[in-house]
């Protein structure tokens, strides 16, 4: 059965990204939180099986995202829509326009994420957003990205997130552990990542609902 127009699909990768976000939307019938899991091949299994069974006035994906941009900082919004009442409402809560580069795999080193923006000229990076719109578009629907800063390019993160991913790309807390008690000395830089990141949902989730309360009408398809 199809959901009644003015549904909004706010998608996330993990429940961290998501906690914030959930908070704030609470008892609201016009959104739908969806947890697709981490990397490409999980977003487009989750959103297909969602939009499948449902119709939403507008897709958002949205999360955390690596800056690429050396003026972006933690915290910032950054989005990239293709509806300019869309854009003029995001920017009013506080978002900056922007560009994504979708990765197969975590930015991890400073020197990476250089890189990266040498190679695409992106202003951040990402997992997700690519298999997300390439399902909405070819379903016929709306589709924004809408990401906050969580590190920024002149950071490395604290540890190599991706040698300590399961098979599915998601965390391997057992990993992590063994991580930890190899380098007890990262510690500190992990509790201060957790903290940015922290922040920066609680950012990201004050915007996506600015936003969702404007009720702008739906885009044409």
């Known amino acids: 059965m199809m959901n009644p127009a003015g549904k909004n ?15 704030l939307a609470a ?31 507008q897709v958002f994906t949205c999360g955390f995202a690596g800056g690429l941009d050396s003026q972006l900082q933690i915290g ?14 995001l920017v009013q809560a ?22 990266l923006r ?12 690519v298999a997300i719109h390439t399902v909405c578009i070819e379903l016929g629907f709306f589709c924004a990205t809408v990401r906050v800063i969580s590190d920024t390019v ?7 997130f991706n040698a300590l991913a399961n098979p599915d790309q998601s965390l391997s807390y057992g990993k992590l552990a063994l991580a930890i008690a190899k380098s007890p000395g ?10 940015n990141c922290k922040f920066a949902a609680e950012r990201l989730a004050n915007v996506l609902l600015k936003v969702i ?6 885009l044409e398809h």
């Not at 429940?15 to 914030?20: G, I, N, P, T, V």
């Not at 506080?94 to 890189?115: D, H, I, M, N, Q």
């Open 27 to 57: 008892g609201r019938n016009d959104v739908d939180i969806l947890l697709t899991g981490i990397g490409q091949k999980s977003a487009e299994r989750a959103v297909r099986e969602y939009l499948r069974a449902n119709s939403p006035k």
């Open 118 to 129: 040498e190679q695409t000229g992106a202003s951040a990076v990402e997992m997700e957003s």
């Open 186 to 195: 990262k510690i500190p830089a992990l509790l201060r990542l957790q903290r």
């Open 154 to 160: 002149h950071e490395d993160m604290p540890l190599d």
């Open 94 to 115: 506080g978002a900056k326009p922007g560009s994504f580069y979708c990765a197969p795999r975590v930015a991890v080193t400073a020197l990476e994420k250089s890189r």
């Open 9 to 23: 699909l706010v998608c996330f990768a993990l429940e961290d990204e998501a906690r914030a976000f959930r908070k």
């Open 76 to 89: 910032d919004v950054v989005f990239l829509t293709v509806d300019w009442l869309l854009d003029k409402q």
């Open 213 to 218: 309360e404007a009720d702008l009408p739906p």
